[in-house]
């Protein structure tokens, strides 16, 4: 068995790497990208909080039984601390329904951290999709929540 590619340097590489895998399917390029860690989380939208590498692995893998998903990030924020970046994005997710392709937007956070192996994900948590797209709020509301 072929050893799976790792992302290169930095975070925004490791991004790239984890949305090229989600793409195509690829699991074992796709969990390359994630920490070595017991405790990485990941939330898929609308869906339960999954805790360490078997849990991830699974969880996809029933992703990509119908094939690849075609989430494009679009629109990062990137905040990057030393040994720790915390990028929101706004994935662009492409569907083929009975009418064609139509899309979604689902909101993400992706954290990474800097790993004796490089840059890895140790988090990944998606709201549920939405058919328009979201706005970009950046004044203060009167109610926050």
């Known amino acids: 068995m ?4 790792l992302p290169p340097g930095t975070p925004d590489d490791t991004e790239v790497a984890f949305y090229d895998a989600l793409q195509h399917a ?9 920490a070595d ?11 339960p909080r999954l805790v360490g590498h078997a849990a991830v692995r ?12 075609m989430a494009v990030p679009e629109r990062i924020r ?6 720790c970046s915390v990028h929101s994005v706004v994935e662009r997710v492409s569907l083929a329904g009975d009418d064609g392709i139509n899309t979604a937007w689902v ?12 840059w890895r994900m ?7 999709g939405m058919q328009i797209e979201p706005p ?4 203060p509301q009167a109610m926050l929540h």
């Not at 860690?37 to 869906?47: A, L």
Request: charged letters at 20%; hydrophobic letters at 40%.
């Open 2 to 5: 072929r050893k799976p590619k």
């Open 26 to 34: 690829d699991i074992d390029r796709l969990m390359a990208c994630w």
């Open 37 to 47: 860690e017991d405790d990485i989380v990941c939330v898929h939208p609308g869906g």
């Open 58 to 69: 699974v969880a996809f893998e029933a992703l990509f039984a119908t094939g690849g998903v």
């Open 78 to 83: 990137r905040l990057d601390a030393g040994h």
């Open 107 to 118: 909101v993400a956070t992706n954290v990474y951290a800097k790993t004796a192996q490089g």
């Open 122 to 128: 140790v988090a990944h948590h998606a709201s549920p």
């Open 136 to 139: 970009e709020v950046s004044t």
